[in-house]
Structure formats: C-alpha cells, structure tokens
C-alpha cells in the first residue's frame, strides 16, 4: 500500500519569512518522493527530489526538503518566501510501478 | 529540447460529445502517463504507457474513456460520450523508462468543460 498526506491545505506566509509545508508518507517499498509546484494555468514542475543519495534535498529557487525515514516525512522548506513562489506543492511518492499524489498545500505571500 | 505539448490547451463541449485530447512527450521518453486533476486536488492517474503498451489502465473508466498510444510515441486520450463530471484538466507527462528515481516531465494541461 501506497499513501501520501499534505498536512496542510493552504498555508500563509509574509514575504521574507520562512516557509515549511509539510508531507507524510507511507510505503511498502523503498520509495522515491518528489515535490512539484504547480503555478496558475501553468504545468507541474519539478522542485526536488529524494532518491536515498542523501536525505537533505536541495532544490530550485532557494526549496529544500528533508528525508526523514522514521518520521515518514518529507517536509519542503525555504528560508525567506518570495512572491513569486505563490502557487501549489504537491508532494509525491513513488514506489513499485505506482506513484501517488498528495492533494496539495497552496502557499499565499503576503507582501 | 521542446517539453510535453498538449493540443488543445481549452475545450468546451455539449454533454453527450465526443472529445478528444493529443499529448507527444518528450523525445526519447518511454513512459506517457495521462491523468485528471479535479480543481483543487492532486492529479489522479488515468493510464499509463511504457512505450506503446499499457501498463495500467486500472483507474480508466472503460466504458467511456479509452486511449491509444500508436508507436509508442504520441498519444490520446478520448472521452465518449462526454460528461458533465468530466469538466476538470487533462495531464500528460513523461519520463525516462519507468524507475523509482526518474520523474515526470508535464504538459500544460488540456482543460475540459461539459456543459
């Protein structure tokens, strides 16, 4: 069985503050994970991902993510929000032949 | 190197239509995945290809939808006939050979409205 959870449906920053949005996940492999943004009428793109090479992920425009194994968990984090970073994450799990997505967490920036 | 194109970007049909969505992935890409995405959640996977076999169709409404990937390149997706539950974006998106570690590659979506 094959689960992901966004803990948080929307999530509201202020421009310049730190930004966490979190995911859990469950597998019966040992799975690969991904986080994706998705910006107003644009496709998904890749931010980062987690491949067992090393547990701190960093990834495009400042996001990074950390692997923690016995958390389950896979939280995407960046120092100091921007405005152009309001959009929606998606966390992603990947195992055997089958991936998953969360239901998303859309960031707001407040200038 | 060009991404994943999707034809058309809107579509506005009458329920009971057919219609019909086009995706070519990337160039050397094996696997084509089609999904939904309902306003305000995730995608959900329809079908998937490894070149032009598919691999999983568990999640495809048979009696409606049905897809093809003819040569293992491009791809479409077709709805017949329409509903208005149907209304939501239609993803396509690549990748390497199927692995854990490759990810996706996504077109802009084909967004869908039954009226």
């Known amino acids: 069985a094959q689960s992901v959870t966004q803990l948080d449906s929307h999530v509201s920053v202020s421009e310049g503050t730190p930004v966490l949005l979190r995911c859990n996940y469950s597998?019966?492999?040992?799975?690969?994970l991904f986080w994706y943004v998705q910006h107003p009428n644009k496709g998904l793109q890749l931010l980062l991902k987690?491949?067992?090479?090393?547990?701190l992920v960093k990834g495009i425009n400042g996001f990074e993510a950390e692997f923690k194994k016995s958390e389950t968990s896979f939280h995407l984090t960046k120092p100091s929000a921007h405005m152009s970073d309001a959009a929606e994450y998606f966390c992603?799990?990947?195992?055997?032949?089958?991936?998953?997505f969360g239901t998303g967490t859309k960031l707001q920036v407040i200038p | 190197e060009a991404g994943v194109v999707q034809s058309p970007r809107y579509k506005i049909i009458e329920k009971k239509q057919p219609v019909a969505f086009w995706c070519n992935p990337i160039?050397?890409?094996?696997?084509l995945y089609w999904y939904l995405q309902n306003l305000g959640q995730g995608p959900e996977l329809l079908i998937r290809?490894?070149?032009?076999?598919?691999?999983?169709d568990s999640q495809l409404p048979k009696d409606r939808f049905s897809a093809e990937r003819l040569k293992g390149v491009d791809s479409t997706l077709k709805i017949q006939p329409a509903e208005l539950g149907d209304s939501a974006v239609y993803l396509c998106?690549?990748?390497?050979?199927?692995?854990?570690?490759?990810?996706?590659?996504f077109g802009p979506g084909t967004r869908l409205t039954v009226l």
């Open positions: 160039s050397g890409h094996n696997t």
């Open positions: 290809y490894e070149n032009e076999e598919a691999v999983d």
């Open positions: 987690y491949t067992s090479a090393a547990t």
């Open positions: 597998s019966s492999y040992s799975p690969s």
């Open positions: 998106a690549s990748s390497l050979q199927q692995g854990n570690y490759n990810e996706q590659f």
């Open positions: 992603v799990v990947k195992g055997y032949q089958k991936v998953t």
